[in-house]
């Protein structure tokens, strides 16, 4: 993963953060679930990044 991608991945985490936040907030649970959705994306594609990472070493 290039560094243009980790910081892809690391933005669209916090976004979905701030979507999940914003949408308990507002009791939206749709927002709230797009949100967690989001960020459960992000943290798959980082944890293969490293894994791929590491094998490659």
């Known amino acids: 993963m290039t560094a243009t991608d980790k910081m892809t991945a690391k933005t669209k ?3 979905g953060a ?4 914003l ?13 967690r959705a989001e960020r459960a994306t992000s943290d798959l594609r980082q944890a293969a990044s490293k894994a791929n990472e590491a094998l490659h070493r």
């Open 23 to 35: 949408g308990r907030a507002m009791g939206n649970e749709r927002m709230t679930a797009e949100g």
């Open 18 to 21: 701030a979507k999940e936040t």
């Open 13 to 15: 985490q916090a976004k």
